[in-house]
């Protein structure tokens, strides 16, 4: 952020579990490593989490009392709802239709405010094969005018959704030549 006014360099970390089990994004132990090491070079000790795995991570933050921790508490992630009915409203015979559409709204204004935060950020940690990481880091960095530095737990960037995109350098798919972001 900027010198000379109240905010304080600030590192932004995206972990969202929406697809968990697919890409194992649910679990910040996986991205400590790299949080440490970019406070570390960068001389950051607030940390913004933007995530909706719930109380399983904001738990997890207590065991980094160097770092000092800014979320919104938000509802873990509804694996019992499918994407389809946010999407498309295919609320016919839903008795909680109203229940989903609003969930789904919910969910949507929250990650619009998770990226608008993160976009704030000195520096990022997160995974390109999500749209709000890299949203974040694109609008931060026009924003400052210059790229901002950051680490993807991933792809080296997704321009599409379920293509491709190349080779994955970290993480659980490390040297995959074929991931669908």
Known sequence: MRSGHIFHHVLGVCILSWLRGIFSCGNNQVYMPWVRRAALLYDIRHVFLATDGGDEIYEQTKAYPGLRWHFLRQESAFEDVM?????????????????VEDRGFRLGVDAMVDMLLLSHANVLVGKFSSNVFRAALEVGSARAGELKPYVSLDATWCWDFGVNSGHILRGPYKGYADFPC
């Open 83 to 99: 994407i389809d009915s946010l999407v498309f409203h295919d609320t016919a015979g839903n008795p909680d239709a109203k229940s």
